[in-house]
């Protein structure tokens, strides 16, 4: 699983790349946090968006967009590309420069980030409550109008090699990448998130 971090802090010069540990723990939810969660909301918009809602009493909220993209709805000539892309997410939009983006997520302390697996792309937002509609309309932005310079998806290929260097070195990384090659031999599902090498070298057009 790959993933990218766009904080309320000042970036560094070269904010294309800020890596979550592959490798980390997650606290494991008590049963009484399961039992005092709030009920899930099911709605659907007539744009046929289906729309999941928690309500709870904090002044922090989260909001995010789950996509059906990954390996799974890949196939040999574009494994990687929904990687590729989530990699060239924050890098600006019509409207908005990466270094607008980042400031403008600094300002309200907010904190955008994404990922891929193989069955989903991930892009949500943290922030405090009264940010929510201003993080939706960033996140749209994002979705929607985000720009693929030729520069700046020169910069990522090398970045996802990189990174696939990394998860050669990752033994765990490797069993389980093997383990899907064998179970779901024959279907997309038996294909890495990362793709092969050549995916990286994708064209702007192609993008």
């Known amino acids: 699983m790959a993933s990218r971090l766009l904080t309320g802090v000042r970036l560094l010069p070269n904010p294309s790349r800020l890596l979550l540990p592959r490798k980390f723990s997650v606290a494991q ?3 009484a946090h399961v039992v005092d969660a709030p009920p ?8 046929g968006f289906t729309v999941a ?3 709870r009493k904090i ?3 989260t909001v995010g967009v789950w996509i059906d993209a990954g390996s799974r709805y890949e196939n040999e000539k574009n494994n990687g590309v929904a990687h590729f892309l ?4 924050f ?5 908005r420069t990466q270094y607008g983006l980042e400031m403008e ?3 309200i302390g907010a904190h955008l980030n994404a990922y891929t697996s193989r069955e989903q792309t991930v892009y949500y937002a943290k922030c405090f409550t009264k940010d929510i509609e201003q993080c939706v309309e960033i996140l749209s932005d994002i979705l929607t109008k985000s720009r693929y310079q030729n520069d700046a998806i020169t910069r990522e290929r090398s970045v996802i090699l990189r990174e696939m260097e990394e998860v050669e070195q990752d033994l765990q990384e490797v069993v389980f990448d093997h383990l899907h090659s064998q179970a779901y031999k024959g279907t997309s599902l038996s294909r890495t998130i990362l793709g092969p090498s050549k995916t990286s070298r994708v064209s702007t057009e192609k993008i």
């Open 29 to 31: 939810p008590s049963s």
């Open 40 to 47: 899930t909301r099911i709605s659907k918009l007539l744009s």
């Open 53 to 55: 809602t928690e309500s």
């Open 59 to 61: 002044d922090t909220a």
């Open 86 to 89: 989530e990699h060239m997410a």
């Open 91 to 95: 890098k600006g939009t019509a409207k």
């Open 105 to 107: 997520v600094e300002n």
